[in-house]
């Protein structure tokens, strides 16, 4: 009978510290925070699109990036093949090369600096990521706001060339600036969306009419759009896309919203972005106002990127 009650309170008392730790762990549960989500994207930019990533802190970000021609062009007429093939379909011209360099002062906060062979343009941004996404939607979105600000170097009349010179030099005028808040989610693993409400200002422009009779202006809203597939644990499909609401952009047959479609690829410490696009230059400050091809007529072009992350 001893026995049996021994037994009992023993059955009874691992029965009770069961629950307990049980209970213990369902309040642990409760009181964990969602956790932050990584990798929405592979790197810094799509095609042509920024995305909400940022350069970890004390990390230096050396990128390459290089536009070639186009691979064919309708325009050329009968010729056009002929043309594409001594150009090497786009191989033998490049309409932009980049060099840049982004370091992370914070995990959330990027400095950069870069040179465009496009209009010899420098430029320096900032890249600060203001909400970050939580697991299981908790926080459904990051936020990172971008701006740059551009300087073209190219000689004074090449900048003013197709103006009335009844005006003074003013080197302000080699000045250009681009404002964007990207917002993005992780909606699976294999699939990241992101759109970027943008704003574009120059502050010298040379002036256009549309084929509507529409001025160019010298600032303008543009919204642009991208997403990335993931196809393996290394390679991934992206695309991105920019809609100019200036009137000047509306049924105009010499500017064009810039396009691209690609592929990226990680090979251990390096990143190769592959895409084609309409957009001869690399950087907000010039794709944005000044894409002059368009897709519909095959003026498309071959671009990369090859990025190395350093840690200082």
Known sequence: MRISLLFLSLAFSATVFAQEDLLSLVDDKKDEKPKKVYATFKTYKLGNAQTIETVKKNNLDFRISHRFGNVYNMDNGTNALNEAAHSYFGFDNASDIRWSFDYGITDNLTIGVGRSRFKE???????????????????????????????????????????????????????????????????????????LPSYMHRN????????????????????????????????CLIGDYFYNFSPFYQNNTSAFNPLAFGFEIETGGHVFSMFFTNASALIENNFIPYTTDTWSKSQVKFGFCISRTFAL
């Open 121 to 195: 343009t420098y430029d320096g941004s900032i890249k600060w990521k203001l909400i970050s996404q939580k697991e299981h939607f908790k926080v459904p979105v990051s936020v990172t706001l971008f701006a740059d600000m551009g300087y073209t170097s190219v000689k004074p009349e090449l900048l003013y060339a197709g103006a009335v010179k009844d005006f003074p030099t003013n080197d302000l005028h080699r000045f250009n600036y681009f404002t964007q808040l990207i917002i993005a989610s992780k909606l699976t693993d294999w699939l990241s969306i992101e759109i």
């Open 204 to 235: 010298f422009i040379v002036q256009r009419v549309s084929d509507n009779g529409k001025e160019d202006v010298n600032g303008f809203f543009s919204l642009g759009v991208g997403g990335r597939i993931k196809l393996t644990k290394r390679m």
